[in-house]
T-cell receptor
């Protein structure tokens, strides 16, 4: 199994508060991704990183920012959480294009 | 707009019978297709993939078929086992992309 850990695994917060989710990998993989999973939508890419300090937007990036200061850590920040950001967030690492991604166990975020 | 579609949200199959999960896509540039399996409270795990230069790929009980003219792929599980009960996502990527496009998932239940 790929060494990916996400924290926190569960979080409940209030609208308007900042939230940061952390993804940590021990595989020294260049590419890291943040997805969200919602009923009726499957998994959608929020942001991804292709190296330290190199990030790009995905399909649903509005309201989210990311940072990658070290190879092993990829942070997802919601500057001001909204109820529409209630979701399960998955971090992944893996190869581009051939897409055999390895996913973390997910972080369930509830915004009240 | 959903580029990868799984039109059956759920499927129930008797143990020992064949399970057939279907997936349709709209982007003719997609050239690599994957199936992921997801258990509750876990991240998706890679199951099987197929390149667009092939029309079939087998791995044990799992076979993926690709029909490029119909923009359709399917996953066959034979024989189905209770441990196969999970949500299955199909996904696709195109050359040079750093993203996988996921379908909405099909929940498979294998009845003992």
């Amino acid at each position: 199994d790929a060494g990916i850990t996400q924290s926190p695994r569960h979080k409940v917060t209030e609208t308007g508060t900042p939230v940061t989710l952390r993804c940590h990998q021990t595989e020294n993989h260049r590419y890291m991704y943040w997805y969200r999973q919602d009923p009726g939508h499957g998994l959608r890419l929020i942001h991804y990183s292709y190296g330290v300090k190199d990030t790009d937007k995905g399909e649903v990036s509005d309201g989210y920012s990311v940072s990658r200061s070290k190879t092993e850590d990829f942070l997802l920040t919601l500057e001001s959480a909204t109820s529409s950001q209630t979701s399960v967030y998955f971090c992944a690492i893996g190869g581009q294009h051939t897409g055999e991604l390895f996913f973390g166990e997910g972080s369930r975020l509830t915004v009240l | 707009d959903q580029q990868v579609k799984q039109n059956s949200p759920s499927l129930s199959v008797q143990e020992g019978r064949i399970s057939i999960l279907n997936c349709d896509y709209t982007n003719s540039m997609f050239d690599y297709f994957l199936w992921y399996k997801k258990y509750p409270a876990e991240g998706p795990t890679f199951l099987i993939s197929i390149s667009s230069i092939k029309d079939k790929n087998e791995d044990g009980r799992f076979t993926v078929f690709l029909n490029k003219s119909a923009k359709h792929l399917s996953l066959h599980i034979v024989p189905s086992q209770p441990g196969d009960s999970a949500v299955y996502f199909c996904a696709a990527s195109n050359p040079g992309a750093n993203n996988l496009f996921f379908g909405t998932g099909t929940r498979l239940t294998v009845i003992p």
